[in-house]
């Protein structure tokens, strides 16, 4: 069936880089994305990789795409203390739902 | 901007009572859907609504219904609650053909007692 994992937390220091990963099961899955939720808030949508690229570039943040592997990372670059959040990833396998991993909570350590 | 809002963002009801919980998009989106957001199991759907007076189950919708009356408000209904639908319930909309991204309102924490 459809399953999407993240590890639950990972800790840096402020002007490290982060590396957030998600595995997923759905070759199918026309679109990936990377969703940041801050304390008290809802879902914002932060990026996206068509399932034909296997890297996206956006600012700060780097989207890695292995479909063979079925394995998506986000890495972002000197991260800050206003990236503690949580990160979720989620495929979307056919049908057009959404189906998300667990939320890896990020914190960032001055 | 699109934006999407949830008529309250903390809700607080007794065991048995019937709760609604009210999604507005002002987007003009076709699709819209209901989420529940717990602790290490991340965002499961309940619900989902492709057009008007249409519904579709998600993956948990036992214990839950849904009504679409207008194209832009998606209302969630526990028709009795219970103390395990205690969560965080959130709301998203998406355009129809060709759209894929979805946009999500701020939540509403609902405690059931």
């Known amino acids: 069936g459809e399953d999407v994992e993240q590890s639950l937390f990972l800790s840096v220091r402020e002007g490290d880089s982060s590396v957030i990963n998600c595995t997923y099961t759905?070759?199918?899955?026309?679109?990936l994305y990377w969703y940041k939720q801050e304390p008290g808030a809802g879902l914002q949508l932060l990026t996206y990789i068509f399932s034909n690229m296997d890297m996206k570039q956006d600012q700060r943040l780097t989207v890695l795409l292995n479909k063979k592997d079925k394995h998506l990372s986000l890495r972002i670059a000197d991260t800050q203390t206003g990236d503690s959040a949580i990160y979720f990833c989620a495929e979307t396998p056919l049908g057009g739902k959404l189906i998300f991993g667990q939320g890896t909570e990020l914190s960032v350590k001055p | 901007d699109v934006k999407v809002t949830q008529s309250s963002r903390y809700l607080v009801k007794r065991t048995g009572e019937k709760v609604f919980l009210e999604c507005v998009q002002d987007m003009d989106h076709e699709n819209m859907f209901w989420y529940r957001q717990d602790p290490g199991l991340g965002l499961r759907l309940i619900y989902f609504?492709?057009?008007?007076?249409?519904?579709e189950k998600g993956d948990i919708p036992e214990g839950y219904s849904v009504s679409r009356e207008k194209k832009e408000r998606f209302s969630l209904i526990l028709e009795s609650a219970s103390t395990n639908q205690t969560s965080m319930y959130l709301c998203?909309?998406?355009?129809?053909?060709?759209?894929?991204?979805?946009?999500f309102g701020p939540g509403t924490r609902l405690t059931v007692t």
């Open positions: 998203a909309s998406s355009p129809g053909q060709g759209g894929h991204e979805q946009y």
């Open positions: 759905d070759s199918s899955s026309t679109y």
């Open positions: 609504s492709y057009d008007v007076k249409m519904k």
